[in-house]
């Protein structure tokens, strides 16, 4: 009976994870679609004499980042698919891509010391956490 069940929520399980596989496919396709209709529309349809200005051009960064973000999330959900394991490389590869992001769309002018600071030990504890992984990757291959 215990099996049963285990197996019942373990498909129901699989079944969530296939469908919001799918929805993040048709999420990036579509981002992706809107991202070149926008770069394509600056560029060669906009009246204005700077075809891409700083601003455009940071969300432009800011929308490639973003679906960066979503096609690592989609390699950790089709990981886990595969293996049935969480991979934590993946998790951390992705928090660095947000926190770049982040720091690639934040305005200057209004950042307190006190956030840059919460940035940087953010940023300093996943690059720490990605070379432990990577270190005890090469060291568990050795032997």
């Not at 929805?23 to 700077?50: G, W």
């Not at 075809?51 to 929308?63: S, V």
């Not at 305005?107 to 690059?127: E, K, Q, R, S």
Request: proline residues 1%; negative net charge.
């Amino acid at each position: 009976m215990d099996k049963k069940i285990l197996k019942i929520i373990t498909d129901i399980e699989m079944i969530i994870y296939l469908i919001l596989m799918v929805i993040l496919i048709a999420i990036l396709i579509f981002s992706t679609y809107e991202l070149a209709f926008l770069i394509i529309n600056a560029l060669f349809f906009d009246e204005t004499l700077l075809k891409l200005e700083t601003k455009g051009i940071l969300a432009a960064f800011e929308f490639f980042l973003l679906i960066l973000i979503g096609l690592e999330l989609m390699e950790t959900i089709k990981s886990f698919l595969e293996t049935k394991k969480i991979q934590v490389e993946i998790v951390i590869i992705l928090a660095i891509i947000a926190v770049a992001r982040k720091i690639i769309i934040i305005d200057p002018m209004t950042i307190t010391n006190d956030v840059l600071l919460g940035i940087g030990v953010v940023v300093f504890a996943l690059t720490a956490g990605y070379f432990f992984i990577k270190k005890a990757d090469s060291l568990g291959s050795e032997s």
